[in-house]
Each structure stands twice: as C-alpha cells, then as structure tokens.
C-alpha cells in the first residue's frame, strides 16, 4: 500500500510538503532537502504530518502526489522541489557518485533572493579564487600541512628487530605482529 502524506508547519498550514512512501509510516516526515532542512531548524514538534489517501498501486500514488502538489501549491508557498511522481530522488551520494547534477533553490526559496553581495563580499571571493586554478578551493594553510605530510613521507622509518623471531620490520608493525605476539612465542 502507499500513502500520500502531506507534513506543513502547525503556524504555517500553507507552508508545506506533500510526498508518498510505501506503507503506511507514522513517523515519517520527507525525505526532501527542503523539508529536511525545515525539520532539522524547526524540530519534528513544529510539524503536523497528514495521511491525505492512501492507494494499491505506485502509478495510482504518483498521479495523486502530483495532483496534491499542485492543489495544495507546496511547491509555490512549500518545501517540494519537484512536482512529484516519478522524479528521481537527489540523495546526496547518488549526487557526488553518478554526477546527478543537484536541483537549483529558486526564487523566495533562495537565501540569497532578494539580496546583493557587497563590494566586499565580491572582492574576497574573487581572492579566494585566483592562483587555484587546479585545485580549487585550497588555500595556503593546506599547501603548509600538504607540503609537512611530504616531509613526513620522505623521512626513514625508523626499524626494529623481533627479539623471538629476529624479523626486522617498522615500530608500529612490529608491535603489533611481534615482540609480545609473536609466532614463535608459542
């Protein structure tokens, strides 16, 4: 069976999201970003969460998430993106791990709607951005510890002897392979 519930805000009943899950799941919000979002700033206590029909079939349970979508307008005044039904889902490792390309927050949905970045803000990301032209987004400081790890990497280990077996090997294998763990202990 599949349920078609539509969660919205206690002080905002307009303001809210309508989706479908298979079987009949109390305690289920959405799975949406912007829902999420909402439930993890307002907590589920903020919520009410509405079993609006429930269906046998998930064509029957698509075509009705759809058609409570746009008559309750939940993605004008809500937290749905899609307009329902068979739209793919944009978890986030399916986003990194099959290059999904991510949905864009438009319009009043958008923090920054409405609002201009200063001079200020504009002049520092411009900075932040030049000579990063492979890897973008690293900064100094991380070149430093990428550069220390290197030397790291590059200085000799320091060896030891098994004195059971007489093996040479690294401290840290050592210890934990030999000496007391050794095989030729027993």
């Known amino acids: 069976m599949y349920c078609i519930y539509h969660t919205y ?7 809210g999201y309508v989706g479908m899950t298979n079987g009949n799941r109390p305690g289920y919000y959405g799975s949406g970003i912007l829902i999420k979002r909402a439930l993890k700033k307002y907590g589920k206590e903020a919520f009410i969460n509405l079993i609006l029909d429930r269906v046998e079939s998930p064509e029957e349970a698509c075509e009705l998430e759809r058609y409570y979508i746009r008559k309750l307008r939940t993605r004008e005044t809500g937290y749905n993106i899609h307009p329902g039904g068979n739209n793919p889902h944009f978890h986030i490792d399916e986003v990194w791990n099959k ?26 990301m411009s900075e932040a951005k030049k000579g990063n032209t492979i890897r973008k987004g690293l900064t100094k400081e ?24 007489g093996k040479i090997g690294a401290v840290g294998l050592m ?12």
């Open 9 to 15: 805000k206690k002080d905002e009943p307009k303001k």
């Open 175 to 186: 210890k934990r392979y030999h000496f007391d763990n050794c095989k030729q202990l027993n």
């Open 142 to 165: 991380t070149d430093e510890s990428i550069a220390r790890m290197a030397e790291k990497l590059r200085r000799p280990k320091k060896r030891v002897s098994c004195p059971n077996c």
């Open 99 to 124: 290059g999904i390309e991510c949905p864009q927050i438009t319009g009043n949905k958008n923090g920054m709607y409405g609002k201009t970045q200063s001079k200020e803000s504009k002049e520092i």
